[in-house]
């Protein structure tokens, strides 16, 4: 066999383990990674640093496991980089009582939520679609006016009004549970 068809037989063949390695390895990444939206680049970084390295890796040997410590070290990398480039550092000890912080669930918040859900079913339908429609969209408002034949300044006023008139129905249903309790 001439060597570049061993190379092809080779490639073809961590292709194919790497295609079928790829979920795992996805969990995997994530898992290191939770809540953190820089996972996809890290994955995509260590699928490219796996190409990279193909040739030291030895067909019929552990793939997987091979796969897994590159993207570890890539993670690691990650967050390396991400240490740097950070402004601010918190100790440990600040990071585990903001953790504990955010873990505790604020009965005010859910109150609020609650208030938020019924007043904006007192809306009528079309000023309601109009509100989760706008803030459903990541689209600049200019191209959400557009696409509702609108003038922009139009929207702008109706979405202010419709905030305004939610703040206060919330606030109302926040002073009468608080009076009924």
């Known amino acids: 066999m001439q060597p570049s068809e061993h190379q092809n037989t080779d490639d073809s063949a961590i292709v194919t383990l790497l295609t079928e ?4 390895l996805r969990l995997y990444v994530r898992a290191l990674m939770p809540g953190d939206s820089a996972a996809g680049d890290v994955i995509q970084q260590a699928n490219s640093k796996i190409w990279e390295k193909r040739s030291e890796f030895e067909i019929g040997t552990q793939f997987k496991a091979w796969a897994f410590a590159i993207a570890r070290f890539e993670v690691l990398n990650h967050r390396k980089k991400q240490a740097r480039d950070a402004r601010i550092q918190f100790s ?90």
């Open 21 to 24: 390695c790829q979920l795992p």
């Open 92 to 181: 440990d000890e600040l990071e585990s009582t903001i953790a504990a912080e955010l873990q505790q669930v604020d009965d005010g918040f859910l109150q609020r939520q609650q208030a938020l859900r019924q007043c904006l079913e007192l809306l009528k339908p079309s000023n309601r679609e109009l509100l989760l429609g706008r803030y459903a969209s990541k689209q600049p408002l200019a191209d959400f006016a557009s696409q509702l034949g609108r003038p922009v300044g139009s929207v702008k006023v109706t979405l202010h009004r419709l905030r305004t008139s939610l703040a206060d129905c919330i606030e109302r249903r926040l002073v009468s549970a608080g009076e009924s309790r």
